[in-house]
């Protein structure tokens, strides 16, 4: 009964976590249909939906934490070869697997509960059918008990001991030794014969049972007296003694009853108790069974046959057993009768068993059957045992197995929640790639299209400018002028734009190498300061470049770019300073790091215009190569130069909350400086760019409204290989010593920083300056200087001082005067006017070859007419060539020509010779010529055979004065004849110059000439006159 | 009279600017002008007649050198072609230069064709150039040479004839 609602129930929560299945199944495969599977079972159609509107909630509940709870860490989990969505199979198989095992729970537990119920019932039902068992054994004993009582004091004692009225009182005393009989009687055996004296005996007839069977009547209505007498019959077994509960019985003949005579046929012939199949008692009319016993003449041996017992019969013992009452009472004393239902059947009969206990309530359910033996052997009964109730309903295993199931639900899901996000992070993070590929190229291509745009524009931009150029040339009036003069500003401007823009393209499309040449450091920086000495002159600034000696003269790298960088940080810092200086230094890396401590203590009064400055060391406190550890981390090969510039100015400096970005590009301070300022932002991060390329470091530090100092470190490698090279590239960068070598000069200047930087300019040149802080202390030197050299601050002060100190006492041999001034000044060209001699005026920023022509023009030096002419190079020429006897030899007239009229132009005396072998006549030692220019390709004899032979003359000559064999008292005055021999070629390749070197040729110089060249070729050569006149 | 001189000079200008800007001259040829003052007043004059002599010399020898049957020396026709180079170089003469520079890559490949091809074009390129600097020429004696007013009578009695 209740198993099958215990199955029903089951089958239920199956079907309905199968549907769940299959619902999540179909969801997992498809996304995109939520409801699927409608028709597969109508009936939970309602709960499904409620299900699956649970499960919705439960999803977004889920999805919720997962989104805000916590983050899945995106671990690049590359997708598995084996598909895409290995891991909805996973769950799939892990929900079926759970439903599985709950269900098993489910089962097992409820099985388990089952036995348990079982058991309990078998051993109450035992335990019952035993305690019945042993009663009605008891019982049975006493009633075998009482027979032999009756044989031994009724028949073998005469007269007879007993009479009715013992026996019943005898009975009712000893009836609690039987509990389960409800009374006793005796029939006797009476043999048809003896009928007649045992009844006049008895006093009573014998009567018969079937009828009073037949008809059971009332207690009340029971009349002994109306029973039929018994027919007559072989023999009779009419009742003498009965308890008084069953005294009706009297007189009764057992065997006219069926059930009393098959029984007590039975007793007497097995001489055992035997029991009736239960019937309606007489009278009561409850189910009874009577026990009957034999009673024997004698003792009969126990292996007797049928037949002795039956001759010695004497009469029949019967026992009536209430089974319905007395089982009541027995279960009455035994605890939880309620819980238990109890049947008692006599199956003797198996195919229809007679109830002879309890109620048929229903034949389902569990049931328990123990057997009963009851002493009789033809009889079998059992006991069947049932529950009362149903089972209660399994609540904890269904908790229990629900519980699992929901909890590997949710670990599904947050399985699947996590799978599914983590795929789409994954395809999101795909998509990323892919449009940060596509921003890549869109950013190449950008940048390719910047370059090829400013290349487009630069070429036209170019004829615009070279039109303009030549626009100029023409005649214009003043206005026209003006317009051309802007128009071409403005292009300028432009073409430097692109340029800027196309260098940053080419630095993002990574495009941009650097060059490896030579170059001269000093002269690049002399050419920065020049570009922006007329803006410095203009707003009173003090421009100055200091270069530390121990940086080399020669560096490779790429000049170009190392000018750029400069020019962007000086063209900042002039852009933003109003007044004070710029201060450009070159240093060695390692000599920074070894002076470092006294190098960075500068005072304010330490600086070049006296103003304050942004700290030096600060800007380069971050760079890397820098860090404390670091002093020999960067470890650089021998030939390379660490060289660190630094930039500082006295402008405005930046704000703070910009110095952050201000390497970005097209980043400025702030929007109003573009307005105000110009410039397109992209300057510094140009910078910063170049200097990574050259493998150094950028960095600043700014004081607003003190000003900034940018540093920068660059790798160059050194330029200077030996020490011939060494001073064979002197003689060629530096001509202008030789002609203030050895001077002296005092420089006048209170502020010793700014003083340092002037003494380097002119120590460059080879005068050596001593600096005073004061005229009075500088007018002591005045017997023993060429020069003195005046700060403009301090003429102003002390000029009057020194005039005065002139005037009276003019010397005959007086220094001349210089004044160094950042500015042209009319006050200090006025108070100039008053002097005699005045003071010539250099106007800084200093730098090599402007000072050397000032110097020059000041101590009249040189070419007087020349000198107003041309530009310093033509100018020198001029002065070195004066007056020289020159050969140039060449086969080619025109050639020959042009050359001839270039040189005497700059005033050389030339002679032509038009092959080698007119010029070997030409040139036979005595010499008379100063240098000799000769071609190289010639027909018959070319230049370098020329060359050879005249060396070798000259060898020969040398030699001869050496042993004395000298013609002239003129000649032995010449120790040694070199006459400096230079090629004229086209291709100026290195192989030529080479080649030149070797066959005792000085130099060389292309064809055509250029002033530049020939005038460093000549100066090595030839001093300047004035030198030698002096 | 002076505003006629002043148009000359700005013809004359022009004139040489347009050579310039056609490429038959270059910055040389300007170098050339620089060195011609008091010393020397007939300087480019002269060092151009000897150019073109020179050009005609060379490029008759090289004629005369590809015209052989035969074998053509081509290191004679090389020389000679390394000659017109520096002399053309020398006076700034810029196509010359430009063909010469062709004229000997050919040369040192020994391609006849080309060479031949290229000695007419050198042939035509300097006769132009000379045409056109005489006209040249000829404007700017009478500018430097005479003084302002007879420069105008000059120039009408000898360019336009008239009275």
Known sequence: MSLFHVVEFCLKIGQLFWMLCCWLVSWLIDDKSPLPVGSVGDPDKTKMKKNHHHHNKMCFFWNKISTSGFKIPTFSLHPVRFGKNWWKKVVVAWVVLWVLISFWTFCYFSSQAMDKRKETLASMCDERARMLQDQFNVSMNHVQAMSILISTFHHAKFPSAIDQRTFSEYTDRTSFERPLTSGVAYAVRVLHSERKEFERQQGWIIRRMDSFEQKPVHKDEYNIEALEPSPVQKEYAPVIFAQDTVSHVISLDMLSGKEDRENVLRARKSGKGVLTAPFPLIKTNRLGVILTFAVYKRDLPSNATPKERIEATNGYLGGVFDIESLVENLLQQLASKQTILVNVYDTTNHSEPISMYGSDVSADGLEHVSPLNFGDPFRKHEMRCRFKQKPPWPVLTMVTSFCILVIALLIAHIFHATMSRIQRVEEDCHKMKLLKKKAEAADVAKSQFLATVSHEIRTPMNGVLGMLHMLMDTELDVTQQDYVRTAQASGKALVSLINEVLDQAKIESGKLELEEVRFDLRGILDDVLSLFSGKSQEKGLELAVYISDHVPEMLIGDPGRFRQILTNLMGNSIKFTEKGHIFVTVHLVEELLDSSDVETSTSTENTLSGLPVADRQRSWQKFKSFSSSGHRSFALAPSEINLIVSVEDTGVGIPVEAQSRIFTPFMQVGPSISRTHGGTGIGLSISKCLVGLMKGEIGFSSIPKVGSTFTFTAVFANGMHSSERKSELHNNNQPILSEFKGMKAVLVDHKPARGQVSRYHFQRLGIRVEIVSGVEQALRFTTTVNIILIEQEVWSKEADVFIKKLQKDPLVHSPKLFLLANSIDTSISDSLRNIIDPPVLIVKPLRASMLAATLQRGLGIGNSETSQQKGPPALILRNLLLGRKILIVDDNNVNLRVAAGALKKYGADVVCAESGVKAISLLKPPHEFDACFMDIQMPEMDGFEATRRIRDMEEEMNERNKTGESLTVEESNRTRWHLPVLAMTADVIQATHEECLKCGMDGYVSKPFEAEQLYREVSRFFSSPSDTES | ?163
């Open chain 2, 1 to 163: 009279m002076d505003s006629h001189v002043a148009q000359l000079q700005m013809q004359y200008r022009n004139y040489i600017l347009s050579l310039y800007q056609q490429g038959f001259l270059d910055d040389q040829f300007t170098e050339l002008k620089s060195l011609q003052d008091d010393g020397s007043p007939d300087f480019v004059a002269e060092v151009l007649s000897l150019f073109f002599d020179d050009c005609v010399k060379l490029v008759g020898n090289m004629a005369r050198a590809l015209d052989q049957t035969g074998t053509v020396d081509f290191s004679q026709v090389g020389a000679n072609v390394h000659q017109l180079k520096g002399s053309s170089s020398s006076v700034g003469a810029k196509r010359v230069k430009g063909l010469c520079i062709n004229f000997k890559e050919l040369c040192e490949a020994k391609n006849y064709e080309g060479c031949v091809r290229c000695l007419q074009q050198v042939d035509i390129e300097y006769k132009t150039l000379k045409a056109k600097l005489q006209d040249m020429f000829n404007v700017s004696v009478i500018i430097v040479h005479m003084n302002p007013v007879s420069v105008w009578d000059d120039f009408n009695k000898i360019i336009l004839g008239k009275e």
